[in-house]
């Protein structure tokens, strides 16, 4: 899909213009407008990380919103878990899922993908994992790694302490995110409170992941923002499906329908 496909002129990005933007093979439509910001009040000193925050949630999804489905393919689900005794200092589990992986892209450097640390019931930290780049990964590899890593010695965790399965579909990858990666959830003890960066990803110059931008008049934009609200409350059937404010707004779409909404646009008359 280009600009010249539907009819609207390329990007340039200036001052005061504003675009729609659609990850190719992604699930993602976004607009954007650049007019009224104040570069003033960019930056900044970062504040201490403490809870996993929904606009947190929101870029995790939208990062894996964004991803070309059909280069990437199908993810693995891993899971990591501790033994019954752990550290209970957050530097320490994230050294230890820095040093995994590490381990898993040596011996595999084509794996690339998103990690999210999460407290258990008990207390302790464990990570779910997103792994695409590879179609096997062997349950007695990950679970002598993870083992290792941690130094556990507990014959019970090297059995039960990670699991692994393939996604069957991007619906179930997706379904998985929401319900597992991207889950907020409340910090059990003193120990969550400042636990650092709650995800991330490894392997990032392997993400696929190419963006189209395309430069709207201000009629279009203003259209489309209205018509993505409709056409979401529609579709769904209640307003959290769409999120926008005076200068944007986005929504999960299909490339598909993200076309069509965009068509749809450009047939309707200036105002």
């Known amino acids: 899909m280009s600009?010249?496909?539907?009819?609207?002129?390329?990007?340039?990005?200036?001052?005061?213009?504003?675009?729609?933007?659609?990850?190719?093979?992604?699930?993602?439509?976004t607009l954007r407008s650049e007019f009224g910001v104040?570069?003033?009040?960019?930056?900044?000193?970062r504040r201490e990380i403490g809870a996993f925050s929904r606009s947190s949630r929101r870029r995790l999804l939208r990062l894996m919103a964004s991803i070309?489905?059909?280069?990437?393919?199908?993810?693995?689900?891993?899971?990591?878990?501790?033994?019954?005794?752990?550290?209970?200092?957050?530097?320490i589990w994230k050294r230890h899922l820095d040093t995994f992986l590490k381990r898993l892209r040596r011996g595999m450097p084509e794996s690339w993908g998103i990690w999210k640390l999460e407290p258990q019931r008990r207390g302790a930290p464990h990570y779910h994992l997103l792994v695409w780049?590879?179609?096997?990964?062997?349950?007695?590899?990950?679970?002598?790694?993870?083992?290792?890593?941690?130094?556990?010695?507990?014959?019970?965790?090297?059995?039960?302490?990670?699991?692994?399965?393939?996604?069957?579909?991007?619906?179930?990858?997706?379904?998985?995110?929401a319900?597992?990666?991207?889950?907020?959830?409340?910090?059990?003890d003193s120990s969550w409170d400042a636990p650092g960066r709650w995800w991330g990803r490894f392997g990032l110059s392997l993400f696929p992941i190419d963006v189209e931008s395309i430069r709207l008049r201000p009629c279009e934009f203003f259209h489309l923002r209205r018509?993505?609200?409709?056409?979401?409350?529609?579709?769904?059937?209640?307003?959290?499906?769409?999120r926008g404010g005076l200068d944007g707004a986005?929504?999960?779409?299909?490339?598909?329908?993200?076309?069509?909404?965009?068509?749809?646009?450009?047939?309707?008359p200036p105002f």
């Not at 496909?5 to 200036?14: A, K, N, P, Q």
């Not at 990437?72 to 530097?91: D, E, H, M, R």
Request: net charge positive; glycine share 8%; proline share 5%.
């Open 3 to 29: 600009g010249d496909d539907l009819g609207l002129s390329s990007l340039h990005i200036s001052p005061a213009q504003h675009f729609a933007e659609v990850p190719i093979g992604g699930s993602l439509l």
């Open 250 to 268: 986005s929504a999960f779409l299909s490339n598909e329908d993200s076309v069509r909404l965009l068509r749809w646009t450009e047939e309707l």
């Open 179 to 188: 319900k597992y990666v991207a889950k907020v959830v409340e910090r059990p």
């Open 227 to 242: 018509v993505l609200r409709v056409y979401l409350r529609k579709k769904v059937g209640r307003r959290r499906a769409y």
């Open 133 to 177: 780049g590879v179609d096997r990964i062997e349950k007695d590899w990950l679970s002598h790694a993870w083992f290792h890593v941690v130094g556990s010695g507990d014959d019970n965790h090297l059995r039960a302490g990670t699991q692994v399965q393939k996604a069957q579909s991007w619906r179930h990858a997706t379904h998985y995110a």
């Open 68 to 91: 070309n489905q059909e280069v990437a393919g199908l993810p693995l689900f891993i899971t990591l878990t501790y033994p019954a005794s752990w550290p209970g200092t957050p530097k």
């Open 38 to 45: 104040d570069e003033r009040k960019r930056g900044g000193k």
